[in-house]
């Protein structure tokens, strides 16, 4: 069974930086592609970012040039480095892998 931890999520003002992780466990990470969603109140949960077992990532058109997701396999951990936020980042942040999700982490970005 797949279990995924979200961390790294707080209050940042416009234009700062945070850094997302996810911790899996019980499953075999390398093999798994890993998915950043993010819903924000009154939304739609949306895709932000996806990579692949091999490193191949896509991006939603809102967050590129600003955001990068990554993964450590030997740590079974996937990341998301969020840089030049803006207040409309706001929402609850969520990993996903096959048909797991985590708890979520918030992020807040005040203007």
């Known amino acids: 069974q797949v279990r995924l931890v979200e961390s790294g999520g707080g209050l940042v003002q416009a234009g700062g930086s945070l850094r997302l992780s996810c911790a899996a466990s019980?499953?075999?990470?390398?093999?798994?592609?890993m998915g950043w969603y993010r819903q924000a109140p009154g939304k739609q949960r949306e895709l932000v970012a996806i990579i692949t077992h091999s490193g191949s990532t896509n991006y939603a058109d809102s967050v590129k040039g600003r955001f990068t997701i990554s993964r450590d396999n030997a740590k079974k951990t996937v990341y998301l480095q969020m840089n030049s936020l803006k207040p409309e980042d706001t929402a609850v942040y969520l990993c996903?892998?096959?048909?797991?999700w985590g708890q979520g982490t918030l992020v807040t970005v005040s203007s």
């Open positions: 996903n892998t096959l048909d797991t």
């Open positions: 019980g499953t075999i990470f390398s093999f798994l592609s």
